[in-house]
């Protein structure tokens, strides 16, 4: 027989499995509270996009309050004899932090990716592939090195202009191209250029050189995707990692079949659910955090939407005077319910987080909400070094907030 979840029920299981049932750190946050959740997210997605901050700091100070980002840091890209490497780059959801250890489970997806419309120059054509084994080479030869390094060390020249896809020196490209199918990783970032190494001297020769074949390694992402979420639909889950629908739906029906994995109903939900039978069910949650709009409680909009009835749009390729929020707009979570959204910019030079707008999701008693909104800005402020907030006029948030900081 199937089980029957409330839609309450549902989102306090995945606020639970996501780390927001837990109270965050009495003092400062350690190396072992980040690696609670990593081991809770499974991945910590990354975008270069930086207005506020830039969105693979947030899941952390989401959960854990203000941290010291060198843990963050030291954990993904300067690790140390004491402390060695946690975490490595690699295209999980999107381009994320993912354990070392799960390194070998995508395997498959760096074969396919020889396949890339993007990834042809550097495999399928003469000129790419001679540039590919000159790069291998050159990082062999002198370790590390950014793709601008190595278009000095080749003798290959640059575009005038950075920043878009077009605009890559084919140096870039194949640099890219080489890291996607796992034949260099990331060492470590210079703001968000990467350094590029061998897999082997980063990560270790055992993590390097194990293949996990495909049909290990979905059941495996599946199970990682299912603890990550609590309970979720087939296309929550096969979007976790990114995964081939048709496999997830067959690997899904063998781990209900062997009780890894739990069918259920959702009240209010089109679909059937899955539910991990090891997550926990809190009674409730309190709990508030700013969210950023890649994080993994955020960046499927669609269980955002149904799970929280919260309709997100990321706003930053709408033309302005086309937005109906802003360019980054920050989901607010206060205990079960995303009840509004704040539109903030970091002004590094006046030392301001600027709260351009902030809106209330319908329903919601707007005074209680910028009440604690309102304190959870401040903290973010002092962590990002920001000694002022500044609160813009936008939004039906935006008077409240001001009377709470007169």
């Known amino acids: 027989m199937t089980s029957t979840l409330s839609a309450a029920q549902a989102r306090r299981i995945m606020l639970a499995a996501q780390g927001f049932a837990d109270p965050p750190p ?12 990593v081991d809770r997210v499974a991945l910590i997605q990354m975008d270069s996009v930086s207005v506020a901050v830039r969105s693979h700091y947030m899941p952390l100070f989401s959960r854990l309050g203000p941290y010291d980002v060198d843990l963050l840091h030291r954990a993904a890209w300067e690790p140390t004899p004491r402390a060695p490497r946690l975490l490595t780059e690699y295209w999980a959801h999107e381009a994320a932090l993912i354990p070392v250890e799960d390194w070998p489970l995508f395997g498959w997806r760096m074969a396919s990716r020889r396949e890339h419309r993007y990834h042809r120059f550097a495999f399928d054509t003469a000129d790419g592939r001679r540039l590919s084994r000159d790069i291998l080479a050159a990082v062999a030869d002198l370790g590390p090195s950014t793709s601008r390094a190595l278009e000095t060390t080749l003798g290959r020249s640059s575009p005038s202009r950075r920043g878009t896809w077009w605009d890559r020196s084919d140096v870039k490209n194949v640099c890219e191209a080489l890291f996607a199918v796992g034949e ?12 590029y190494g061998l897999p082997a001297d980063i990560l270790g020769s055992t993590v390097a050189e194990r293949q996990v074949p495909q049909d290990e390694a979905i059941p495996a992402l599946l199970r990682k995707a299912i603890r990550a979420l ?10 976790y990692y990114r995964l081939p629908i048709a ?10 079949n ?17 539910l991990d039978p090891t997550a926990r069910h809190p009674r409730r949650v309190t709990r508030s955090a700013l969210l950023s709009p890649f994080d993994s409680m955020t960046f499927f909009r669609p269980r955002l939407q149904r799970t929280f009835g919260m309709h997100y749009r990321i706003e930053i390729y709408v033309p302005e005077p086309k937005r109906q929020y802003g360019y980054y707009v920050f989901p607010y979570l206060l205990d079960e319910s995303m009840c509004a959204r704040v539109d903030l910019r970091s002004d590094t030079a006046t030392g301001t987080l600027q709260v351009l707008g902030a809106w209330a999701e319908v329903g919601v008693d707007r005074t209680h909400v910028a009440d604690r909104l309102h304190t959870d800005l401040t903290r973010m402020a002092q962590w990002l070094g920001c000694d002022r907030l500044d609160i813009g006029d936008r939004g039906d948030l935006a008077d409240p907030l001001r009377r709470v900081g007169r």
Do not use: C, N
């Open 26 to 37: 009495a003092a400062a946050p350690t190396r072992a509270h980040l690696k609670r959740v």
């Open 184 to 195: 260099l990783a990331a060492l470590r970032r210079s703001g968000f250029l990467r350094h």
């Open 230 to 239: 609590g309970v979720a639909t087939e296309m929550d889950l096969g979007d």
């Open 247 to 256: 496999q997830t739906r067959a690997v899904l029906a063998d781990l209900v």
């Open 258 to 274: 062997t009780a890894a994995v739990e069918r259920v109903t959702v009240d209010g939900w089109d679909r059937p659910a899955y």
